[in-house]
């Protein structure tokens, strides 16, 4: 009864082991680049090594994320709202509303109970809302996406940066270091400026407590710290770095929904490959 679940983004592909009892085994991680199947197959073989097994002892495969079609080993595909959903359910049970924040994208869900999307909202097409700002903000002082959680938290005060656009908000960031504000002020302040976008899709989805936030934005502890004092509410936020693989573990999760309904006469097995499944009412069916 061990599940897959793959999630390729934009950015990184993540894969995730699950097995019947809902117990995690292993997960891997690699960079999407510009051949998606090769990363989807790279992360899994990861996660493989990680829980120490092989292809043969897994059962079922659904892929997710913006390249779940490239996923060429896959059962079956959902969308990544619907993955998010079950993932974020999967550490939170009680989650009503989901901020997702990934590389090039931005979401906000609310749910209905067992984690079914009711309503969604998406960023406007501009890097300002999304991850994708942080990591241009921290390369151009000349500093790695691995270093800017290290670097937010020795900020003192956060600097202002208004713009929406992403061109706009850049050349702020240029005379902010002009002016000589220190780089963990600027990052705070990009952090900051993500957060408003972030609150204001939440409420377009008319969000309710419990809170959960995830994406790969979420591994940097200040990310979490901000949204909640901006909502003046407690936020979940997955341990570790799960934040970072909630797709794959939800995309895992509703293949473990789906294998048993194959095993108990319900489902239609590994014929369903031919079937693109493009949302949770259909895999849930």
């Not at 090594?49 to 495969?61: G, L, P, R, T």
């Not at 998406?122 to 300002?128: E, F, G, M, Q, T």
């Not at 976008?197 to 969000?207: D, E, G, N, Y």
Request: charged residues 25%.
């Amino acid at each position: 009864m061990i599940t897959a679940g793959i999630d390729v983004g934009s950015t990184y592909t993540k894969a995730v082991l699950l097995d019947g009892d809902g117990k995690l085994l292993g997960k891997g991680i690699i960079n999407t680049g510009f051949r998606l199947a090769e990363a989807a197959a790279s992360a899994y073989q990861d996660a493989l090594n990680e829980a120490n097994i092989s292809q043969d002892d897994v059962s079922y495969i659904v892929s997710t994320g913006y390249g779940r079609f490239q996923v060429p080993f896959r059962d079956v595909q959902v969308t990544d709202l619907s993955a998010q959903a079950r993932g974020a359910c999967y550490f939170f049970p009680d989650t009503k509303t989901v901020l997702d924040v990934g590389g090039q994208t931005m979401k906000a869900s609310r749910l209905h109970e067992g984690g079914k999307v009711r309503s969604f909202r998406l960023n406007d097409k501009c890097a300002a809302g999304t991850g994708a700002f942080l990591e241009k903000t921290a390369r151009y002082m000349g500093y790695r996406i691995e270093e800017i959680g290290p670097l937010i938290s020795t900020s003192k005060d956060a600097v202002t940066i208004s713009s929406v656009c992403a061109v706009f908000a850049e050349s702020e960031v240029i005379n902010h270091v002009s002016s000589g504000s220190t780089p963990a002020d600027i990052m705070h302040g990009a952090i900051v400026s993500l957060v408003d976008r972030s609150v204001q899709l939440m409420k377009r989805v008319q969000m309710e407590p419990e809170f959960t936030l995830v994406g790969g934005i979420l591994r940097f502890e200040t990310m979490g710290r901000v949204v909640q004092n901006k909502l003046k509410a407690s936020v979940n936020v997955p341990p570790d770095d799960w934040a970072q693989y909630t797709g794959a573990v939800g995309a895992a999760v509703m293949a473990q929904r789906r294998l048993k309904k194959i095993k108990s006469g319900n489902g239609n097995g590994k014929g369903e490959r031919e079937f693109e499944v493009v949302s949770e009412e259909v895999v849930d069916a």
